[in-house]
Antibody, heavy 127, light 104 residues
Framework: QVQLQESGPGLVKPSQTLSLTCTVS??????????WSWIRQPPGKGLEWIGY???????YYNPSLKSRVTISVDTSKNQFSLKLSSVTAADTAVYYC???????????????????WGQGTLVTVSS | EIVLTQSPGTLSLSPGERATLSCRAS???????LAWYQQKPGQAPRLLIY???SRATGIPDRFSGSGSGTDFTLTISRLEPEDFAVYYC?????FGPGTKVDIK
C-alpha cells in the first residue's frame, strides 16, 4: 500500500519561499509508472493542482503558478519536494502530495487522476 | 483553459436516495481523462472514478460515472451515511468547484 506524507514548516512569512517535502513509502518513485504531484486547497475552498514531476525530473506546472513553483525529486530518498516563492496570504492552504497518472494531447502533458494522497499539511502565510 | 462547472452546489438528500451530480466542461474534453473524487471534512480527497466511468480500486458499485463531450455525471445509486461529503470532478489540471451532498 503506497503512502505519502508531507512535511515542512506550517508558518511562512510573506515574500518568503514555502518549502515542503513528500516522503513516499510502500512504492518506489523510480518505478516510472506514475507521476508525483502537489495540490493545494485554501481553507473552505476547492482544489488547485500545482504541478507534477516524473522520477526522471521532468516537470509540468499549472500555468497560473509556474513562475513561482519548483518541484524536484530525490529518488535516493524516495522523496519529492515543492518550493513556492514570493508567497502571500493567498497561498495559505492545505498542501497535498499525491500520486497519479498523466496523459498527452496536442497541447502537452496533463494530470489524468490522483489515486493516492498524503494527509495534507496546513501552511499559513503570515508575519 | 478548460473551466469545469458543477451542479448543484449543494444536494440535500436522505440515506437510501439516489444522487445525481453534474460536471460540465467549457469545451469538449476527452472522456478518457475525466475523474471524480470524494472529500470528507479533514480528509484528503479519494479517487472514485477515472476515465469518466471506471471505478477506482475498492470503490463500491453504487458509485457510477457517465458522460462524454462536455457533460458528465456521477451517480450514487443509494446513499449510505458515509457518502455525505463533497464531490469534485477533475479534467487535466483543472478541478470543478465541488458539489456538497448533505443530509436532508
Amino acid at each position: 500500500q503506497v503512502q505519502l506524507q508531507e512535511s515542512g514548516p506550517g508558518l511562512v512569512k510573506p515574500s518568503q519561499t514555502l518549502s515542503l517535502t513528500c516522503t513516499v513509502s510502500g512504492g518506489s518513485i523510480s518505478s516510472g509508472d506514475y507521476y508525483w504531484s502537489w495540490i493545494r486547497q485554501p481553507p473552505g475552498k476547492g482544489l488547485e493542482w500545482i504541478g507534477y514531476i516524473y522520477y526522471s525530473g521532468s516537470t509540468y506546472y499549472n500555468p497560473s503558478l509556474k513562475s513561482r513553483v519548483t518541484i524536484s525529486v530525490d529518488t535516493s530518498k524516495n522523496q519529492f519536494s515543492l518550493k513556492l516563492s514570493s508567497v502571500t496570504a493567498a497561498d495559505t492552504a492545505v498542501y497535498y502530495c499525491a500520486r497519479g497518472g498523466d496523459y498527452y494531447d496536442s497541447s502537452g502533458y496533463y494530470p489524468y487522476y490522483f489515486d493516492y494522497w498524503g494527509q495534507g499539511t496546513l501552511v499559513t502565510v503570515s508575519s | 483553459e478548460i473551466v469545469l462547472t458543477q451542479s448543484p452546489g449543494t444536494l440535500s438528500l436522505s440515506p437510501g436516495e439516489r444522487a445525481t451530480l453534474s460536471c460540465r466542461a467549457s469545451q469538449s474534453v476527452s472522456s478518457s481523462y475525466l475523474a471524480w473524487y470524494q472529500q470528507k471534512p479533514g480528509q484528503a480527497p479519494r479517487l472514485l472514478i477515472y476515465g469518466a466511468s471506471s471505478r477506482a480500486t475498492g470503490i463500491p458499485d453504487r458509485f457510477s460515472g457517465s458522460g462524454s463531450g462536455t457533460d458528465f455525471t456521477l451517480t450514487i445509486s443509494r446513499l449510505e451515511p458515509e457518502d455525505f461529503a463533497v464531490y469534485y470532478c477533475q479534467q487535466g489540471g483543472t478541478f470543478g468547484p465541488g458539489t456538497k451532498v448533505d443530509i436532508k
